[in-house]
């Protein structure tokens, strides 16, 4: 098998990753329906949905009941625009360069994950992946919630399928495993790596989890 430079993983600059500040954009006047869903991808990580109450979402953005069902029309639909909305800014821009070759992908890619450790652990308390975080409370009478994290699974594994596929016709990995198997491992991975740190927040040891697994693969 070809070899990677993992040690040029922590190191790697190309991918930035910025979150701007939660409260930078949000007065009365202002409030914009993105703005909104930034405030509540905050507070269903930290809290959970069955936690995250209408009133406790007014109180954290500063608008009244009517601006709120304006953009929503009900908790289970505004969380479901979270759900797009962490997956727009957090996820999708982790994406592998069709013009890189694997082992430039490989490393980006794993660099944007690290940044997006940052990001998680940027509060006093981890927050953990907001996805992972709703698929454990909902349940399949929450339809519209259910279809919509179902359809970011499928999008997040077909991003992670594409650089896994690149690396199989490259060389760099096996193909006694297909890419859908190989994606969901380490998605798998990084959920109950996400999921480890919400009890034991160790940032460093998240980050090497994700670089392990993707060094199994590529064996």
């Given at each position: 098998?070809l070899?990677?430079?993992?040690?040029?993983?922590?190191?790697?600059?190309i991918f930035v990753y910025?979150?701007?500040?939660?409260?930078?954009?949000?007065?009365?006047?202002?409030?914009s329906?993105?703005?909104?869903c930034?405030?509540?991808e905050?507070?269903?990580?930290l809290h959970g949905?069955?936690?995250?109450?209408?009133?406790l979402?007014?109180?954290?953005?500063?608008i009244?009941?009517?601006?709120?069902?304006?953009?929503?029309?009900?908790?289970?639909?505004?969380?479901?625009?979270?759900?797009?909305?962490?997956?727009?800014?957090?996820?999708?821009?982790?994406?592998?360069?069709?013009?890189?070759n694997f082992?430039?992908?490989?490393?980006?890619?794993?660099?944007?994950?690290?940044?997006?450790?940052d990001?998680?652990?940027?509060?006093?308390?981890?927050?953990?992946?907001?996805l992972?975080?709703?698929?454990?409370e909902v349940?399949p009478?929450?339809t519209?919630?259910?279809?919509?994290?179902?359809?970011?699974?499928?999008?997040?594994?077909?991003?992670?399928?594409?650089?896994i596929?690149?690396?199989?016709?490259?060389?760099?990995?096996?193909?006694?495993?297909?890419?859908?198997?190989?994606?969901n491992?380490?998605?798998?991975?990084?959920?109950?790596?996400?999921?480890?740190?919400?009890i034991k927040?160790?940032?460093?040891?998240?980050?090497?989890?994700i670089?392990?697994?993707?060094?199994?693969?590529?064996?």
């Amino acid at each position: 098998m070809l070899s990677i430079n993992w040690k040029q993983i922590d190191d790697w600059s190309i991918f930035v990753y910025r979150s701007a500040k939660l409260g930078e954009l949000m007065n009365k006047n202002t409030t914009s329906k993105q703005s909104i869903c930034a405030v509540g991808e905050k507070l269903f990580a930290l809290h959970g949905y069955s936690a995250v109450g209408i009133k406790l979402i007014l109180d954290e953005v500063g608008i009244p009941k009517g601006s709120f069902y304006h953009y929503f029309a009900s908790k289970e639909a505004f969380a479901a625009e979270v759900a797009q909305y962490y997956f727009d800014q957090r996820i999708a821009p982790i994406a592998m360069d069709l013009n890189a070759n694997f082992k430039t992908n490989v490393t980006v890619v794993l660099s944007g994950y690290h940044q997006l450790i940052d990001f998680l652990f940027s509060d006093s308390q981890p927050r953990g992946c907001l996805l992972g975080n709703l698929m454990v409370e909902v349940n399949p009478q929450m339809t519209l919630l259910h279809q919509t994290l179902n359809q970011l699974f499928d999008q997040w594994l077909s991003l992670f399928n594409a650089l896994i596929e690149q690396g199989q016709q490259q060389g760099f990995i096996k193909k006694d495993m297909s890419a859908s198997v190989l994606s969901n491992i380490f998605w798998s991975n990084w959920q109950g790596t996400m999921l480890r740190c919400q009890i034991k927040a160790d940032k460093t040891a998240a980050k090497r989890s994700i670089v392990q697994c993707m060094q199994l693969i590529t064996r």
